[in-house]
């Protein structure tokens, strides 16, 4: 099992930034894909950024291609999302998911575990 904890949201500007951190524990990452999701109330859960095991390959929603950055750090068992350029349109809650086994990484169904969430929100 791995339990996943996102952290590092808050109220932020726009214009401003925030870097959310995942951190994982029950077993190491190392060999797992990861991705980030965020949900708005009364939106579907809307796929941010996810990287592969090694980190070599990332992958971006078009809504956050060129502000957002997400990382790795296997060594720490974390994940990192590095957002900048924060809009009020960014505001939701931002999940942390992970599977062993991740192909498509912006479809929720293929990841097996989740984070609780950590709420970002940009005022305008």
């Known amino acids: 099992q791995v339990q996943l904890v996102e952290s590092g949201g808050g109220l932020v500007q726009a214009g401003g930034s925030l870097r959310l951190s995942c951190a994982a524990s029950?077993?190491?990452?190392?060999?797992?894909?990861m991705g980030w999701f965020r949900q708005a109330p009364g939106k579907e859960r809307e796929f941010v950024a996810g990287?592969?095991?090694?980190?070599?390959?990332?992958y971006y929603g078009d809504s956050v291609k060129g502000r957002f950055t997400i990382s790795r750090a296997n060594a720490k068992n974390t994940v990192y999302l590095q957002m900048s350029s924060l809009k009020p349109e960014d505001t939701a809650v931002y999940y942390c998911?992970?599977?062993?086994?991740?192909?498509?990484?912006?479809?929720?169904?293929?990841?097996?575990?989740w984070g609780q969430g950590t709420q970002v929100t940009v005022s305008s």
């Open positions: 990287i592969s095991w090694s980190g070599g390959l990332t």
């Open positions: 998911a992970a599977d062993s086994s991740v192909v498509m990484f912006t479809r929720t169904h293929e990841y097996d575990y």
């Open positions: 029950g077993r190491s990452i190392s060999g797992y894909g």
